[in-house]
């Protein structure tokens, strides 16, 4: 299967908000509500900041949330902070029991 | 407080094999999904394998079936990746991740450090 395709790269200043796409298609994205998705700082493991679509895990700031409509999901970052720069990915459940990654997006702090 | 800790990686040739280990601990691997995910260097992350927490099912990414085997020891709450016929897209970080589930949506909610596996002549 193609990977989950995001922009590779978006920016804000501190303080707006900022929105990452990742399109799928009906056998991914369109058919679970098994998105997630992760931050990434270099040189660093992966961290879980949305499951189920919309779901935050423990510790993770309301200023992430996530949201889906058919074979699209996305992660939008409010109230922008240094610290929220990095790479993120999405991923999704996907059919023959698989997990589909998107490619990453940069998010640069201008 | 969960910690999976890889090890394992090396420098090997194409056409090797190699065995990842996962030593877990705060969690019985055994309660939930456990999955291998790799980055190679640069680049995004691509889902690699998982187990089912009742050790049941198996599941491959197409870039990895029949060649990878993902499996586990209880007794030493450790899970494996073996790895056969190692190819230059094989080169990459590789790490453990706990699934949030005992069935793999792919919820991957803990992560290790990661081991890097380099494949060259």
């Known amino acids: 299967q193609s990977a989950l395709t995001q922009p590779a790269s978006v920016s804000g200043s501190p303080g707006q908000s900022i929105t990452i796409s990742c399109t799928g298609t009906r056998s991914d994205i369109g058919s679970y509500n098994f998105v997630s998705w992760y931050q990434q700082h270099p040189g660093r493991a992966p961290k879980l900041i949305i499951f189920n679509v919309n779901s935050r895990p423990s510790g993770i700031s309301s200023r992430f949330s996530g949201s889906k409509s058919g074979d699209a999901a996305s992660l939008t970052i409010s109230g922008l902070q240094a610290e929220d720069e990095g790479d993120y990915y999405c991923?999704?459940?996907?059919?023959?029991?698989?997990?589909?990654f998107g490619g990453g997006t940069k998010l640069t702090l201008l | 407080q969960v910690q999976l800790e890889e090890s394992g990686g090396a420098v090997v040739r194409p056409g090797a094999s190699l065995r990842l280990s996962c030593a877990a601990s705060g969690v019985p691997v055994n309660n939930y999904a456990m999955h291998w995910v790799r980055q190679a260097p640069g680049k995004g992350l691509e889902w690699v394998a998982v187990?089912?927490?009742?050790?049941?099912?198996?599941y491959y990414a197409d870039s990895v079936r029949g060649r990878f085997t993902i499996s586990r020891d209880i007794s030493k709450n450790t899970l494996y990746l073996h790895m056969n016929s190692l190819r230059g897209e094989d080169t990459a970080v590789y790490y453990c991740?706990?699934?949030?589930?005992?069935?793999?949506?792919?919820?991957?909610?803990?992560w290790g450090q990661g081991t890097l596996v380099s494949v060259s002549s």
């Open positions: 991923s999704s459940f996907a059919s023959g029991n698989s997990v589909i």
């Open positions: 187990m089912s927490s009742d050790g049941n099912n198996k």
């Open positions: 991740a706990k699934d949030r589930y005992d069935e793999p949506p792919g919820c991957f909610e803990s």
